[in-house]
């Protein structure tokens, strides 16, 4: 039997959607910037902080301000500690309300019938488990096989956070697939510990130049549902 480990932000959810409700509350009317493209940049701010956060330059409690500050400097935006938190407090607000979507529920259904799946997401035990409850995932995935980077002392793209999975799994590498939208984070990440890889690239990001290639990119659910179908 083959094994499938999931990413979660972004490709089990629409991790856009908090995000892009927040802006139009609080920030759309100071700046008509791309709201996908400050998006895309409050990821790279967020993956930043949370290593900044790791390695004790800024404090938990400082990751998202970072974040949101940096992303609506980019565009000429001056955004202050106060106006910060109000925008962490309804992105947190709206982040309690996200679903899997209709297309991913089926991935979901055929993966559980039909192949062993975990998840390996990185992120705060505390954030990223309320997460993982508000989106019901333990309807699928058995909660001993939902890894959180935070709980197991390695993080994304770190091979360690791969070799744990597999370790704590049982995993055979060569029968073990790894499905992530984030190419830096989630393929090579994968692809450094052996694994194989699907790019959910749902996003249609330029693939960064270098060795390291998914063994197969996807741009849409309904394109991953039936690849996933072949293996």
């Known amino acids: 039997m083959k094994n499938i480990i999931f990413d979660v932000d972004d490709t089990l959810y629409n991790l856009m959607e908090p995000f892009e409700k927040a802006h139009k509350e609080l920030m759309a009317a100071h700046t008509d910037a791309d709201c996908e493209e400050l998006f895309e940049a409050s990821r790279t701010y967020s993956d930043e902080a949370f290593c900044m956060s790791r390695e004790g330059k800024i404090s938990e409690d400082e990751e998202f301000a970072y974040r ?80 959180i980077s935070d709980s197991i002392g390695a993080a994304k793209p770190d091979v360690k956070a791969f070799h744990t999975v597999q370790k704590e799994m049982k995993l055979d590498p060569e029968e073990t697939w790894f499905i992530g939208d984030t190419f830096e984070i989630d393929v090579v990440g994968a692809k450094n510990s052996g694994l194989h890889v699907i790019w959910f690239n749902h996003r249609n990001r330029p693939m960064p130049e270098g060795d390291i290639v998914p063994d197969v990119e996807v741009t849409s659910g309904q394109e991953l549902f039936e690849y996933i179908k072949k293996l």
Not at 74 to 86: C, H, L, R, T
């Open 68 to 147: 949101v500050q940096k992303t609506y400097a980019d565009v000429g935006v001056e955004v202050s500690k106060e106006e910060a938190k109000q925008f962490e407090e309804r992105y947190r607000y709206y982040q309690k309300h996200i679903q899997v979507p209709e297309i991913t529920k089926q991935i979901l259904d055929h993966c559980k019938e039909n192949y062993r799946i975990g998840i390996l997401t990185n992120g705060t035990t505390k954030n990223q488990g309320k997460k993982l409850e508000t989106l019901g995932l333990d309807h699928w995935f058995n909660p001993k096989t939902m890894f």
